[in-house]
C-alpha cells in the first residue's frame, strides 16, 4: 500500500507533474522561481543595523544625488573609479537588458511547457524518469558552462569583443537547438540539444555578468542589476504566455526567433572594453578557490544557501495550495501568486538598487532582502490560509527583488584580478545550478517525513544562512 520510491525518485516525479500542471497554466509557472524567506528574531536587529549604519547618508540628498559617505569597497575610491569608468549610456542597459530577455525566455519558455510536452509525446509511460534524465544533464552542463564561458571570455583578443563574441555565439548556438528540438521523436537527441541550451544560458550568463563590472562603475552597478534582474520574471511569464497555446513544432522555432531577435541591439551597440594586452596562463582557466579569497567564498556561499532555500520552497507550491489549503483550482492560484510576485519584483529591485548605490553599502540590504523574503515562507508555514499566500507572494518578490540587485552588485566588488572576471562570475554562478540540481531530492525528503511546515522551515533557515552568511565579508561594506 505504501510509496516505495526513493526521495529521489518522488521529487523527480513531483517536479514533472507540477511542470506539466503549471505549464498549462500559461503564466503560472513563474514561482517556480521565487524565493520564500522567514521573519522571525533577526528582523528588528536588522532594521536597527539598516537605522544606524544607513540613514545618516540620506541626509540633505536629492534622489539624484549620490551620497559618498564611504566607499563601497575598501580598495576601491570614488576619484578612481570615475577616472576608470563612465556612467553606462540608457540604450546600452537596455540593449543589455534585451539579450538577457531573450535568455531567459529560451531556456524557460521551453523547460516549463515545450519540454515537458515534448518527452511526454515521445514517451509517456517513462515521461518522469526522462524528463528527470534531460534537465539533470542540462543543469550540469551549465554548472561546467559557466566558468568556463567566463575564462574564454577573459582571454578572447577580438576585434568585435572579448564578451560580444562569447554572448552571441552563445545566442547562436542555443537558438540552432531550440530549431532542432522542434522536429525531434527521440529522447536522445532531445537530450542534446537540450544540454546546448541549458549549457548555453549557463555560458551566457556568466558572460553577461562579467559585461558589468568590465564597464559600469561601482556607484551604478545596484541600478544596472536591478533592472537587468527583471529580465528572469518577465522572460518566463512572456515565454510561457507566449507558447502554452503552440504545438511543440510552432512553439520552438517561435522562441529561438525572439531569443535572435531580442539579441540584435546588443549585438550593434553592445561594446566591449579592450582586452589586456596578454591573456593569462592556461593554467589559472580553471576556478582557484585559493586565489578567489575568503570573502569570495562567504558570498559564494550565500548565494548557494539562498538558492537552495529558493528551489526548496517552490518545488511544491501548486502541491501545497491543494493539499494544505483546499483551493479548488490550484493552477490558478499559482497564477495569481506569480503576477503579485513579479509585481513584487518590479516596484521594489530598482528602488533598492539606486538606494544601495546611493549609500554606498550592499550588505545591509542583502541581509534585509533574505529577512523579508523569510518571512513570506514563514508565513506560509504557520498560517496555510489563501490571504496569507496572497500578501507572501508580494513580499517574496520585494524581498527576491532585492536580494538579486545587490546581491550581484556586491559579488562583482569581490574580483581580484580584472583579466579574470567572467572566469570568477561564472564560478560564482556555479552555486546557483548547484543548488538547483540538488534541492528536489530534499524537497522530496522533507515533505514526506515533515509535511509542508518542515520543508518551508527548512527553506527559511537556509535563507536566513543566505543573508547572513554575507556578514563576513570584508572588502565590501
Known sequence: MGDRRTGAEKGIAAVQRLGHMEGRAGFGVILRLIN??????????????????????FEGKGFGEFAVEKPLSVAASPAAESAEFEDPSYSWVFALFGVTLGMWIGLLAAAQVLLPSQIEAIDPSDKVWLMGAVTTSGAVAAVLAAPVMGALSDRTRWGFGKRRCWVLGGIACCAAALLTMSRQSSVVVVGICWTIVHGGVGGIHAVLCAIIPDKVPVHRRGTVFAILGFAQPLGLVLGTLLVSGLSVGVGYPVVAALVVVLALPYALIGRDVPAAAEPSPVGRWLPDPSALGRDFGWAWAGR????????????????????????????????????????????????????????????????????????????????????????????????????LAVDQALATQLLRSEGDRGKDLGTMNMSTSAAVAIAPVVAAESVAYGGYPMLFFLAAGMAVLGGFLVQPIKSVR
Open 304 to 403: 548557494f544557501a539562498a538558492q537552495f532555500a529558493t528551489s526548496l520552497a517552490t518545488i511544491y507550491l501548486l502541491y501545497f495550495l491543494r493539499d494544505q489549503i483546499k483551493m479548488g483550482d490550484p493552477a490558478k492560484g499559482v497564477a495569481v501568486l506569480s503576477l503579485l510576485y513579479t509585481a513584487g519584483i518590479v516596484t521594489v529591485s530598482l528602488v533598492v538598487g539606486r538606494i544601495s548605490d546611493r549609500v554606498r553599502k550592499r550588505k545591509v540590504f542583502v541581509i534585509l532582502a533574505a529577512v523579508l523574503m523569510a518571512g513570506a515562507l514563514t508565513g506560509m508555514a504557520l498560517v496555510p490560509t489563501w490571504p496569507t499566500a496572497v500578501a507572501a507572494a508580494t513580499a517574496l518578490g520585494a524581498g527576491y527583488g532585492a536580494y
Open 36 to 57: 520564500l524567506w522567514w521573519f522571525q528574531v533577526v528582523g528588528p536587529h536588522c532594521l536597527c543595523y539598516l537605522v544606524s549604519h544607513v540613514s545618516p547618508a
